[in-house]
T-cell receptor, first 113, second 111 residues
Framework: DAGITQSPRYKITETGRQVTLMCHQT?????MFWYRQDLGHGLRLIYY???????DKGEVPDGYVVSRSKTENFPLTLESATRSQTSVYFC????????????FGEGSWLTVV | DQQVKQNSPSLSVQEGRISILNCDYT??????FLWYKKYPAEGPTFLIS?????DKNEDGRFTVFLNKSAKHLSLHIVPSQPGDSAVYFC??????????FGTGTSLTVIP
């Protein structure tokens, strides 16, 4: 059972470059999420998706773009990376509706220099 | 504005004793609450949850208590073990499509 896989796990990029973090889930969960984890802020929601072709902003969406053409994939793109986007990024998924648990991938460590 | 708060960044407990981690929330619409455990360099893993229709849920050594009037939940770990040393996040959801997380509490269980 692969669950949720993220790639790359570790990435160093330069300011201004475009970076895409990939996320793939095998559970056929309706909902998918992208969070970033920063010291003192915990986990903050960037974007989420309720189904294929449906996405919505979370708490900190600026500078990020998402797409969801297939249920199982939810890539996150930093169009022009900035140093403030250095963070650990977690993809997650859950079944539809309240009362369901959210499951996380192992994270992608991104450093913008 | 932080809707879910964990005011204790860290906690140290002796092995075998009880660990109590606390979490406060501000949104009265939250109806589902979860606790996650996170080891370094890994993703958060689900630990235990509770619906707003309950005030207690147990799973082995882990018990979550919910006090809706105080907008407070707590996680009790009894007995604490060294392997429980990790960062614990509480989370809350109102509609199931957004989960709000606290800033985490780092638990150290001393052998």
């Amino acid at each position: 059972d692969a669950g949720i896989t993220q790639s790359p796990r570790y990435k160093i990029t330069e300011t201004g470059r475009q970076v895409t973090l990939m996320c793939h889930q095998t559970w056929s969960h309706s909902y998918m999420f992208w969070y970033r984890q920063d010291l003192g802020h915990g986990l903050r929601l960037i974007y989420y998706s309720a189904a294929a072709d449906i996405t919505d902003k979370g708490e900190v969406p600026d500078g990020y773009v998402v797409s969801r053409s297939k249920t199982e994939n939810f890539p996150l793109t930093l169009e022009s990376a900035t140093r403030s986007q250095t963070s650990v990024y977690f993809c997650a998924s859950s079944l539809q509706g309240t009362g369901n648990t959210i499951y996380f991938g192992e994270g992608s460590w991104l450093t913008v220099v | 504005d932080q809707q879910v708060k964990q005011n204790s960044p860290s906690l140290s407990v002796q092995e075998g004793r009880i660990s109590i981690l606390n979490c406060d929330y501000t949104n009265s619409m939250f109806d589902y609450f979860l606790w996650y455990k996170k080891y370094p360099a890994e993703g958060p893993t689900f630990l235990i949850s509770i619906s707003s229709i309950k005030d207690k849920n147990e799973d082995g050594r882990f018990t979550v208590f919910l006090n809706k009037s105080a907008k407070h939940l707590s996680l009790h770990i009894v007995p604490s073990q060294p392997g429980d040393s990790a960062v614990y996040f509480c989370a809350a959801s109102a509609t199931g499509n957004q989960f709000y997380f606290g800033t985490g509490t780092s638990l150290t269980v001393i052998p």
